[in-house]
């Protein structure tokens, strides 16, 4: 089992930063990432990072704006979100991956096995 720890949420005003923290233990993670859901919609894609290679994605939404990051010394990843607008309100959850999986599946939900309690991020205007 992996457990996740979310933390690093709060509100702030529109053109602000946050960094989100999670804390990850347990067995070994492989491609780890963010995701964030808003009422009544689903669970939405922002950036992951791969086990292999280090490689990083984004949504297209938060591109230039969000940096993800690992420290694999401190199991911890990092979500750096600058310039953020009041539409990324959302509570932001930490998912990882038990198993190796193609790249291909990296923005999707359903393909990771563990998830944070999540952490909300409230930006106002």
């Known amino acids: 089992q992996v457990q996740l720890v979310e933390s690093g949420g709060g509100l702030v005003q529109a053109g602000g930063s946050l960094r989100l923290s999670c804390a990850a233990s347990?067995?070994?993670?492989?491609?780890i990432g963010w995701f964030r859901q808003t009422p009544g919609k689903d669970r939405e894609f922002v950036a992951a990072?791969?086990?292999?290679?280090?490689?990083?994605y984004y949504a297209d939404s938060v591109k230039g704006r969000f940096s993800i990051s690992r420290d694999n010394a401190k199991d911890t990843l990092y979500l750096q979100m600058n310039s953020l607008k009041p539409e990324d309100t959302a509570v932001y959850y930490c998912?990882?991956?038990?198993?190796?999986?193609?790249?291909?599946?990296?923005?999707?939900?359903?393909?990771?096995?563990?998830w944070g309690q999540g952490t909300q991020v409230t930006v106002s205007s």
């Open positions: 347990g067995r070994r993670t492989y491609d």
């Open positions: 998912a990882a991956k038990g198993s190796y999986s193609s790249s291909y599946f990296v923005k999707s939900a359903a393909s990771y096995d563990f």
């Open positions: 990072i791969t086990w292999v290679g280090g490689s990083t």
